[in-house]
């Protein structure tokens, strides 16, 4: 891999920009790789990327069945925190927030990370007693947050109407280090990397069936031929039931859209990233100046990746309600995602009841931030056959026997 610098960017400036290389090659399929990873979005591809990396394992395969990055990992709103309640996920989320911190020199790959602050507001007294009891599991857990007054939050962000009609802002819960990457440049510095180590991500390839013999995996059939392994990770979010349904088991996933939209750009006027869970809705402000506004989920499972019109309407008049200024603002465009929703909130990565088949999924509407984490975890867990600490509660099985890491207040709404 040519390494980018100020000096590559010095000489192809000066010879007009004509020594670049692809970033990844378009590989095709070969016969059989020792690792096979299905889906290349953000979580797909960190998984290689440290399979390579801390396992040593780099015969492995990235299948696809659009382009990289398409999926969730390019449709989400990019909020990066870890202040969730429950010790395992702290544990993970931080994990992956400490490693977002460095991800840029690692992948040789501009990520943009922004640790610019990120606050969840309390506009209810049920919330305050919440925000407040994660912020002191957060102490104890060693993830950097604060429960802080109204005061606070209006001298953090001056647009903000701190005594709103229905729901003034009570406090919130602040962590400093939280913020934002650019989604793409995560997917693509990845990908850059594993194919740096020889592995193949594959595009345009999607897998259609899984090959299970003697009750372990053999490989996959795809659109682009068969492909033999003895190693299979599931890492397609909101298709993670259909995959299984092919291996021939069931997950507890409901994919359901979730939607985001943008403004127009305008002058810099939001520093920090600000979710407003009671009222649905949070915002941040892109380098460009767009403001970049999450909302909930459909009400109903569906494949959609369009999201219902009247979200967009509940979303925006409650954002209206706590940011009047923006009332003027036109909206550019709007999307949605499939996201993989489990009933604790809570993702998947656990060994799956066919042999050799590993899953990862479930990170529902807030596994942007988690990617490094996930993928670290993922990897330790395919390479040993058995989950490192980082993965150890988040096996399939904790359903059937009640042993959920319940996330509904961190996780629910909110990214
Ligand atoms: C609107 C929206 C806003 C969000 N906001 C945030 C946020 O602010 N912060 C945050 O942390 N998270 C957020 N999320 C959640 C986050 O985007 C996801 O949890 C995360 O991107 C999931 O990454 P992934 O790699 O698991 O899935 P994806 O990026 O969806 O990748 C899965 C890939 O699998 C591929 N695939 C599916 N089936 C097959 C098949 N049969 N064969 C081959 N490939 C297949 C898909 O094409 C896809 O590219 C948001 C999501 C949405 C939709």
Redesign the pocket.
């Known amino acids: 891999m040519r390494r980018y610098s100020v000096f590559a960017l010095a000489r192809e400036a000066l010879r007009g920009h004509t020594g670049w290389g692809r970033a990844w090659g378009a590989a095709a399929p070969r016969a059989a790789y020792d690792a096979v990873i ?9 998984t290689a990327y440290y399979l390579g990396r801390n396992h040593g394992i780099r015969n492995v395969a990235v ?19 870890s202040n969730y309640l429950q010790d395992a996920s702290a544990a993970i989320y931080e994990k992956a927030r400490s490693l977002y911190e460095t991800l840029s020199q690692e992948l040789n790959f501009n990520v943009m990370f922004s640790p610019r602050g990120v606050m969840m507001l309390a506009q209810t007294e049920h919330e305050v007693k919440g925000y407040r009891r994660t912020a002191m599991a957060n102490a104890l857990q060693g993830v950097a947050t604060e429960f802080i007054g109204p005061d606070r939050v209006k001298a953090l962000v001056p647009i903000i109407r701190i005594d709103g009609p229905r729901y003034p802002v009570l406090g919130a819960l602040w962590q400093p280090r939280g913020g ?1 990457a650019r ?1 793409d440049a995560v ?1 693509w510095g990845y990908a850059r990397a594993c194919a740096a180590m020889g592995m193949d991500i594959v595009e345009n ?4 069936g899984i090959r299970v013999e003697n009750g372990a995996v053999a490989g996959v059939e ?1 659109t682009r031929g068969p492909i033999a392994t003895r190693r299979l990770g599931l ?5 993670s039931s ?2 299984a349904a ?1 291996a021939g088991f069931r997950l507890p996933i409901e994919s359901l ?4 939209l943008v403004s127009e750009p305008v002058k810099p006027c939001m520093d920090v990233v600000v979710m407003a869970n009671t009222v649905h809705g ?1 915002m941040s402000q892109s380098d460009k100046g767009e403001m970049v506004i ?2 909930g989920t459909d009400g109903f499972n569906n494949y959609s990746q369009r ?1 219902s019109w009247h979200h967009i309407e509940e979303t925006l008049r409650a954002l209206c309600e706590t940011f009047p200024v923006l009332s003027r603002l036109k909206m550019l465009r709007q ?6 929703m489990t009933g604790d909130r809570s993702p998947i990565i656990s060994r799956a009841p066919v042999g050799g088949v590993f899953v ?2 479930g ?9 490094p984490g ?1 993928g670290w975890a993922m990897a330790e867990l395919m390479a040993r056959g058995e989950p490192g600490p980082l993965a150890a509660e988040f096996d399939m099985f904790r359903f059937r026997e009640g042993r959920f890491i319940d996330e509904s207040v961190a996780a629910g709404v909110a ?1």
Not at 66 to 71: N, T, V
Not at 235 to 239: E, L
Not at 335 to 340: E, H, S, T, Y
């Open positions: 299905v889906g290349a979005g953000g979580h797909g591809l960190a299948l696809e069945k659009g382009w990289l990055g398409g999926g969730n990992t390019g449709r989400n709103t990019t909020i990066i925190r934002t989604h997917a390839c999607a897998v259609t795809t890492v397609v979010a909101g298709h259909v995959l092919m859209c979730l939607q985001a949070y999450g909302g999201g999307w949605g995602g499939i996201v993989d990862n999924c990170w529902g509407t807030g596994g942007f931030k988690a990617i996930s990214h």
